[in-house]
Every structure is written in C-alpha cells, then in structure tokens.
C-alpha cells in the first residue's frame, strides 16, 4: 500500500495543531503515514504540541507557500498531501485525495464548487475574487479548473518533482493549478468541504493576497 506525508504548515495554531494531528491519524490508521509539520516560527506552544502528538516538526519562515514547498520535498510517502492545521479540512476526505493518486493521477484538488463540496469559511468578498481567478486562470493557461485558492490537495513524487513550485506566500495554490496544467500533469478535482477555522484568525488577507493571487497569475504567462 502506498505510504502517505501529510504536509501541515503553521504560524501560532497551538489551540487547533494537536486535534488536528489526532484526527488525521484516527483517519489514516492501517496505512503507513508520516506528518510533517512545517512551522513558520510561531510564539506560541505549536511546535511542542505537534511533536507530542506525534508529527515530524521543521521550520521555514517565509510563508505558507514556502513551508509548504520545504514540507513536500522533504516528504518520503509516495502520496503527498497538503493540508491547513486549522480543522477547516475533513479528515475524512483524506481517502479520497489518496485513492485520485492510488488512480493514476499527479495532483488531485479539492474543490469548494463541485457537487458534493462547499465551504463555511468564504466571505463574499473571497468567493466573488476566487471565481474571477478561476476563470482567468482558465481563460489563460486552458484548464478547467472550478476552484482555485484551496489548499486541500494530493500529489505523487513525480508531481512534487515536476512542478518546480516557487510562490512563497498565499498564491501557491494558484501557482499549484497553473503549473499543473503547464506541465501537462494529470490533474482530478474532488469535491471538499470547508469547514470553519475551529479555533485563531485566519492569516490570508483578501486584498494584498488577492493581489498577489493575481500577479501568481500574470507571471506565469509565457
Ligand atoms: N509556516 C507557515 N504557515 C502559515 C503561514 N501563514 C499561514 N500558515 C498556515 O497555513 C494554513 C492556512 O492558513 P489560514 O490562515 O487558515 O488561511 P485561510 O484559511 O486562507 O484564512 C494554516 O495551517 C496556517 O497556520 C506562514 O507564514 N508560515
Ligand atoms: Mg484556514
């Protein structure tokens, strides 16, 4: 059976990272797994809390995207998965980003907008810049993707190695989806739910990261 890492990146979650370990875990007994948690230096008891509950803990300081980038090629498993500590993903959903892969896919997306996903944790102001992106992301590079900014998603080794991933900041899913398509991997959306943060502020902010989003955009016209 394939061997599963679970990338988790985090800034001061200390009140979500613990639960959110457990129930990964409680999901992913009977298959070999690793946790990888990638911390962006928080001030907060994460880092401790993440290693007692049983994750693998390393460090990257400049942002999600970054930590995300250093966790997934610092991962063993033949399957590679991303996910936010803040409970807003359903463990459960874990099987079926795995089996997209087990199928034959390089990347495997969750998608808020597919028949059977949604989202609790979408302002308007979010939904209305994701489907704008979404489109021009579509209209740009030829895809046809249904979501954009969500870090749900599963990759094989060859992916991670493929997509040579550079966006340090919020628009790494967007840079994800774009150099997918480039590269002509083989890409699934799966419908997810988006739960709401459980516990802490969410870090995105709509404006100056939409604004990066879109500049992720621009740039990798060629
Ligand atoms: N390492 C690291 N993780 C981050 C950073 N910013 C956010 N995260 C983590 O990335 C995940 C998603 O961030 P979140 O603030 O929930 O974004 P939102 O759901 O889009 O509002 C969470 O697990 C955060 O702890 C960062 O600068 N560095
Ligand atoms: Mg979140």
């Known amino acids: 059976m394939s061997r599963i890492s679970i990338v988790i990146p985090t800034l001061n979650e200390e009140r979500n990272i613990g639960t959110a370990i457990r129930e990964v875990k409680r999901v992913l007994s009977g298959y070999g797994y690793e946790i990888i948690v990638v911390d962006g230096h928080s001030r907060d008891s994460t880092v401790s809390i ?4 049983g994750a693998k803990v390393i460090y990257d300081n400049y942002g ?31 099987k079926l980003l795995i089996a997209g892969i087990e199928a034959g896919y390089d990347v495997c997306v969750g998608s808020r907008f597919l028949v059977g ?3 609790d944790d979408m302002p308007l102001i979010r939904k209305f810049g994701n489907k704008v992106f979404v489109m021009l ?23 991670v190695k493929e997509l040579k991933l550079k966006e340090k900041g919020f628009g790494i899913e967007t840079e994800m989806n774009i150099l997918a398509q480039k590269r002509r991997l083989k890409i699934l959306e799966v419908p ?11 870090k995105l902010r709509s404006l100056s ?3 990066r989003i879109l500049k992720t955009i621009l740039r990798n016209i060629s």
């Open 64 to 94: 999600k995207g970054s930590a995300l980038i250093k966790g997934m090629h610092a991962a063993n498993g033949s399957i590679i998965i991303s996910m936010d500590a803040d409970m807003s993903n359903k463990p459960e959903e874990l």
């Open 209 to 211: 990261d939409g604004w």
């Open 117 to 119: 996903g949604g989202s």
């Open 192 to 202: 997810s739910y988006e739960k709401k943060r459980a516990n802490g502020e969410g």
């Open 50 to 53: 993440a290693k007692k509950a």
């Open 137 to 159: 992301v579509n209209l740009l590079y030829g895809s046809r993707y249904t979501d954009l900014c969500y870090g749900y998603r599963s990759f094989s080794r060859k992916a």
